[in-house]
T-cell receptor, first 113, second 111 residues
Framework: DVKVTQSSRYLVKRTGEKVFLECVQDMDHENMFWYRQDPGLGLRLIYFSYDVKMKEKGDIPEGYSVSREKKERFSLILESASTNQTSMYLC????????????FGPGTRLTVL | SQQGEEDPQALSIQEGENATMNCSYKTSINNLQWYRQNSGRGLVHLILIRSNEREKHSGRLRVTLDTSKKSSSLLITASRAADTASYFCATDEGGSYIPTFGRGTSLIVHP
């Protein structure tokens, strides 16, 4: 089975802190994604990556950056956390066809105080 | 970007009843997927249906796709309390090469 893990289930940070969210997948998937999920808004794509060191902006990239130095690891970085970035963050991976089935991690619930 | 829209937003039924939820979209698609999310967890893929398919089954799940009406339905038969979750459809409509998720249907199955 595909396994996607995220570094933390719950995280509490202060406004202005730099925050790193890590995601690791063990199935050699080319594509990796970061979403945020907020009540009433569904899942919104922040960034995705289709190869090592390659990244594309999603629908809401502002305030975020990403890093993919190794195929199995995709990091989401909040350069200076703000309270409006309090959310559930979900990582996913998939095979090369971008509309293929996505495999999700358990999510990180981030609270920015 | 466009997204599929699930309907209803919330559904409450008794164990043993069937649950039907719908997804509508606006333009053409190549495929449509359904996912389940248990409270506070990640999404789990349930089923993928391609634009040239009309119906697919997986256990107690039945998915239909009507491209003329630009809609899909997910039917869960003989529901169980463990089916309580949010259900999302994801489409690649509008030529998008990234699946776009709807806002989901929240299903509660009472024991």
């Amino acid at each position: 089975d595909v396994k996607v893990t995220q570094s933390s289930r719950y995280l509490v940070k202060r406004t202005g802190e730099k925050v790193f969210l890590e995601c690791v997948q063990d199935m050699d998937h080319e594509n990796m994604f970061w979403y945020r999920q907020d009540p009433g808004l569904g899942l919104r794509l922040i960034y995705f990556s289709y190869d090592v060191k390659m990244k594309e902006k999603g629908d809401i990239p502002e305030g975020y950056s990403v890093s993919r130095e190794k195929k199995e690891r995709f990091s989401l970085i909040l350069e200076s956390a703000s309270t409006n970035q309090t959310s559930m963050y979900l990582c996913a991976s998939s095979l090369p066809g971008l509309t293929d089935t996505q495999y999700f991690g358990p999510g990180t619930r981030l609270t920015v105080l | 970007s466009q997204q599929g829209e699930e309907d209803p937003q919330a559904l409450s039924i008794q164990e043993g009843e069937n649950a039907t939820m719908n997804c509508s979209y606006k333009t053409s698609i190549n495929n449509l997927q359904w996912y389940r999310q248990n409270s506070g967890r990640g999404l789990v893929h349930l089923i993928l249906i391609r634009s040239n398919e009309r119906e697919k089954h997986s256990g107690r799940l039945r998915v239909t796709l009507d491209t003329s009406k630009k809609s899909s339905s997910l039917l869960i038969t003989a529901s169980r309390a463990a089916d309580t979750a949010s259900y999302f459809c994801a489409t690649d409509e509008g030529g998008s090469y990234i699946p776009t998720f709807g806002r989901g249907t929240s299903l509660i199955v009472h024991p």
